[in-house]
Nanobody, 124 residues
Framework: QVQLVESGGGLVQAGASLRLSCAAS????????MGWFRQAPGKESEFVAA????????FYADSVKGRFTISRDNAKNMVYLQMSTLKPEDTAVYYC?????????????????WGQGTQVTVSS
């Protein structure tokens, strides 16, 4: 069984930075791609970023490209999302997910395990 636990969310002002962390259990962590999605109130979930199994390839939504950086530490079973120059429209619950595949995935239904989410609120 795989468990994912996110942390690092909070309330910040526009322009600030936050780093989200996702701790994963399971011996096969390094075999799979990982991703971050977010969901704002009243909106559908949105792809944010993904990283392949080795960390060599990363993928971003256009809305966060250049501001967010996804990374992973396979030795520690950790995935990170460094968020910079935050905007009020980044406000959402952020979810860490494990892909079914070793390559990066943009689609929610290509992930089979999810964390409980961490709230990020950006005030203007």
């Amino acid at each position: 069984q795989v468990q994912l636990v996110e942390s690092g969310g909070g309330l910040v002002q526009a322009g600030a930075s936050l780093r989200l962390s996702c701790a994963a259990s399971g011996r096969t962590f390094s075999t799979y791609a990982m991703g971050w999605f977010r969901q704002a109130p009243g909106k559908e979930s949105e792809f944010v970023a993904a990283i392949n199994w080795s960390g060599a390839n990363t993928f971003y939504a256009d809305s966060v490209k250049g501001r967010f950086t996804i990374s992973r530490d396979n030795a520690k079973n950790m995935v990170y999302l460094q968020m910079s120059t935050l905007k009020p429209e980044d406000t959402a619950v952020y979810y860490c997910g494990r892909s079914k595949y070793y390559s990066g995935s943009y689609s929610w239904d290509e992930y089979d395990y999810w964390g409980q989410g961490t709230q990020v609120t950006v005030s203007s």
